[in-house]
Every structure is written in structure tokens, then in C-alpha cells.
């Protein structure tokens, strides 16, 4: 089964959709991967989701990734006395270090919070709801004047769009939920709450190259270390909802923007996440705002484009992916897609491989090659070919499972599990038989075919070989 556009769908799992017919309806409707939320799952219900994946993936003869989103730590309101209070602009607050409080104090049993916390920085609650800007701080209290106010109550979530919090980015829980993931074979792993470049390097050398390991940008903070964060990370997510809570609202597209650009630069895929269709939650079809939402993702060449509780908990989750299909075909039919997308190729760095699938770009369209067939071990090769976003579509043939299911993710990437090409002949004739009978090449056409050279080193991408498809 072959996909009709490049850039990639990544559907949520959840009350909505996690029965294995839906999970068929999803696939059948544009999915490509298939993410689970670790805050709403426990590892039983883990188990059963991966297993209703894999026997997908063996019905449909196609690699199907699995991602798990890591909840992260969660930072938020103790028990407020009296319950539910009424706070207003220009009110004097003190908040204090503990579970719950007295009086009119406001209590956040998070000491690793009043550690880090200085005058000037802001406190947002309740996703943004309340505003607080900090006074003064100590180590177990602080006062703070309400800039924006509205009712407290207790539990709602806290976000420090200012502070550096003294905490890593995976809990006791997330440690736990990872360890129970990675023997299920799962095969992306979604990072929450990353501050700095430690919080990816302490999970890629937990995961061990076991899956990739994806970090989240959703707070203001993780934007200084963006490039040492992309450098580190095997993909990147836009994660506007928090993003979206800690930044002013208006900032949000042009972050988005700029995150998306640092990827493509880096060749590392970039996934855009987050209310994308979230009035078809409750609706059938989308709101005019949304569409264009999704259409700017695709315009700007992000590897894929995410359904969080449209698809999970939402009344119409197929429909939800289809109208995402169809979006996403849409553009990529446009007049302006094309000439866009070669507007913000980067130049090559100055590697070996770099030069060859810049190459390849050229040649393809010189020759208007019906495909690309990338030989791969390790998923390098593939990934830049994608990294080069050419008109022809990419046909990833690798001997590794893992890293078939992996290349889902990445934009124009139709990924082929197949046993390792013997010698350069065997590579060539079966990455024409191939394009032939995966249903992108008619005898006569001519593909580019791109290896590294000896077989079997990973990221040594150094050849390539124009080919005539034959008729077989």
C-alpha cells in the first residue's frame, strides 16, 4: 500500500480508536504511525495497543512505527484551603513549599520549583489561565503579584516559562513506562518537557539505539539549546500546547517556523503537533483555520503532521485522519508546493554523502526519475535522501525491521523490509524490481539507485547508479 503524499500522518491511540478494527479503519484512512500516550495508558493497556500494532503490520505487509510519549514531570497545585478562591489582577499572593496551605497562601509541593524560582520571572496556572509575576523568592516561599487572574483550584498545572528547573526531564514513572516500551519493541520514543540538551543524551543512553528518541520542544527554554537538542535527538516535535502556554500565543507560528527550518537544515525529521484538527473532536468536518493550519505544516515541509485527542478520544477519529490525507494531498498538489519546497533546500555540507544525495537531487530531476531507491542499514542513507525533499518518491529498502519501522516517520520515505542486496548487480536489479512491483515504476523508466559502497557499512552513502526498470 502506497501513500499518495510525502509528508507523514501520526495518529493518537485512545478510548476512541484503540480497538484493533479501528486501528484498521486509521491505517486504511492515511496513519502511518501510531502514537501512544504514556500519561493516559498503563502498561497493560501498552502491551495490547503493540500487539493490535503488530498484527496490523503483518495484515497489511507494511511497516507500521509505534511511538510512546513519556508523560514527563508534572508540576502542579497542592490542596488549596477553602477549595476553589477567586484571585484578581494586582493581588498579593504568597505561595509556599508544601502539600497544602493555610489561610490565603497558595501552596506547590515542589521544592525543586522555589530552588530555581528569582523576582521578574512569571508563574503561569491552570495552561495559562492565571498569570503571576514573582516578587520575591526564597527557598521555600515566594511572593507574587497576579497579572491576569480568574478562580484557583486545586491540581491545576503549573508551567515556569521563565525558570530553569533543576529537574530531568524522565520521573520514576517515565523510567518505568520506557523500560516496559522498549521491551515491546516499540520504535520511537517522545520526550516531554525538554529544557536542555542532558535531558535528551540521559534517554538515548537509556534507549541504547533500541528506538529513536524524539524530543518535544514545548518549553521557551529548550529554544536556547535548539541546535545541540536537534544535534542530540533523532527527530524533533513542535508540541504547541505547552509551547503554546509558556510563549504569547502570537509567537507560536513563527517558532514553529523557525524549529521546522533548524530541522530541515539538520536533516532531522520534524514532526508539527497540537490542536491541528481540534474541532473535529466534537465535529465532522474542520473548522477553515485548521485546514490552513495543516496546509502551512505541509508548506513548510515537516515530516509529519499529528491527531492528539481528535484520533484518541475524539467523535470522529477516522474522519479526522482522512480529512489530514486529503489536506495533505491537497498541497502537495499545488502549483506552489514544488517551487516552495526547492526554495528551502540548504545547501550540502561538505561530506561524501552529503555531495552524493545532493546529486541525487539533481539527477532525479534532470532525468525525471519515477523513484529513488535508497539501500540503507542503518537509516542514514534514507534520511537524507528525505533531508533533500525531491519531487520522485523515496523507496527505503533495508535488511533491518527496526529501522524500516522507523523510516516511517520520515517525509517521502515508502519503506521496504527486505533481505540485505549481495553484491552491486543483486542492489541494482532488485531496486528495479522494486519500484516496478511497489507500484512507482512502469518498464522503461529510469530510477536513481544510491548505496553505501562496501555493502553493509552504515552512513557511508557513496554511490549512485541511474537504472532502466525492465518488464518483469
Given amino acids: 500500500m502506497r501513500r499518495k503524499r510525502k509528508i507523514k500522518i501520526v495518529a493518537t491511540l485512545g478510548p476512541s480508536s484503540a480497538t484493533p478494527e479501528r486501528i484498521r479503519a486509521l491505517f486504511d484512512a492515511g496513519a502511518d504511525v501510531f502514537r501512544i500516550n504514556m500519561s493516559h495508558a498503563s502498561h497493560e493497556m501498552l502491551a495490547e495497543r503493540v500487539s493490535y500494532l503488530r498484527a496490523l503490520e503483518k495484515s497489511v505487509e507494511r511497516p507500521v512505527a509505534i511511538l510512546i510519549d513519556l508523560q514527563g514531570p508534572k508540576i502542579r497545585l497542592g490542596t488549596l484551603s477553602g477549595g476553589i478562591r477567586e484571585v484578581g489582577v494586582g493581588d498579593r499572593l504568597r505561595l509556599v513549599c508544601a502539600a497544602t496551605a493555610e489561610g490565603s497562601d497558595i501552596p506547590i509541593p515542589h521544592p525543586e520549583v522555589f530552588a530555581a524560582l528569582k523576582a521578574g520571572e512569571y508563574i503561569l496556572i491552570d495552561d495559562g489561565k492565571i498569570r503571576l509575576r514573582i516578587e520575591e523568592a526564597t527557598r521555600d516561599s515566594a511572593e507574587a503579584t497576579v497579572e491576569v487572574g480568574g478562580p484557583l483550584r486545586d ?22 513506562d520506557l523500560e516496559a516500551a522498549l521491551k515491546l519493541g516499540i520504535d520511537w520514543v517522545a520526550l516531554s518537557f525538554v529544557q536542555r540538551p542532558e535531558d535528551v543524551a540521559e534517554v538515548k543512553k537509556i534507549v541504547a539505539g533500541r528506538a529513536g528518541v524524539l524530543a518535544k520542544i514545548e518549553k521557551p527554554k529548550a529554544l536556547d539549546w535548539l541546535p545541540d537538542i536537534i544535534d542530540l535527538a533523532d527527530a524533533i516535535m513542535v508540541a504547541r500546547g505547552d509551547l503554546g502556554v509558556e510563549l504569547p500565543v502570537q509567537q507560536v507560528p513563527g517558532k514553529q ?74 498541497v502537495e498538489r499545488d502549483p506552489l508546493y514544488a517551487s516552495i519546497i526547492d526554495s528551502q533546500r540548504n545547501p550540502p555540507e561538505q561530506t561524501t554523502p552529503d555531495a552524493i544525495m545532493s546529486a541525487v537531487h539533481e539527477v532525479t530531476q534532470t532525468i525525471h526519475a519515477s ?79 544510491t548505496a553505501g559502497v562496501p555493502l553493509r557499512t552504515p552512513g557511508a552513502t557513496n554511490m549512485l547508479r541511474v537504472a532502466f526498470v525492465g518488464g518483469k
Avoid at 509529519?304 to 484518541?312: D, F, N, Q, R, T
Fill in 371 to 449: 523513484a529513488v531507491v535508497c539501500w540503507t542499514k542503518s537509516g542514514a542513507t534514507a534520511i537524507r535522501a528525505s533531508r533533500e525533499r525531491a519531487d520522485a518518491p523515496i523507496i527505503a529498502l533495508t535488511p533491518s525491521l527496526d529501522i524500516s519501522r522507523r523510516l516511517t516517520l520520515a517525509w517521502g520515505l515508502h519503506s521496504v523490509y527486505t533481505e540485505d542486496a549481495q553484491d552491486l548487480d543483486d542492489m541494482v536489479d532488485r531496486a528495479c524490481r522494486f519500484a516496478l512491483q511497489e507500484g512507482f515504476s512502469k518498464p522503461g523508466q529510469r530510477i536513481v539507485v
Fill in 257 to 330: 517556523k523557525y524549529i521546522i527550518s533548524m530541522c530541515r537544515r539538520a536533516g532531522k525529521p520534524v514532526v508539527v503537533a497540537t490542536q491541528m484538527l481540534e474541532s473535529m473532536i466534537t465535529a465532522p468536518v474542520p473548522t477553515r483555520a485548521e485546514v490552513s493550519d495543516v496546509a502551512s505544516a505541509v508548506f513548510d515541509g515537516a515530516d509529519a503532521v499529528m491527531l492528539s485527542a481528535e484520533s484518541a478520544a475524539g467523535q470522529y477519529p477516522i474522519e479526522a485522519v482522512t480529512m489530514m490525507n486529503e489536506i495533505a494531498i491537497s
Fill in 155 to 176: 491540581k491545576k498545572g503549573v508551567n515556569l516559562p521563565d525558570t530553569v528547573l533543576p529537574i530531568p526531564a524522565m520521573t520514576e514513572k517515565d523510567r518505568s
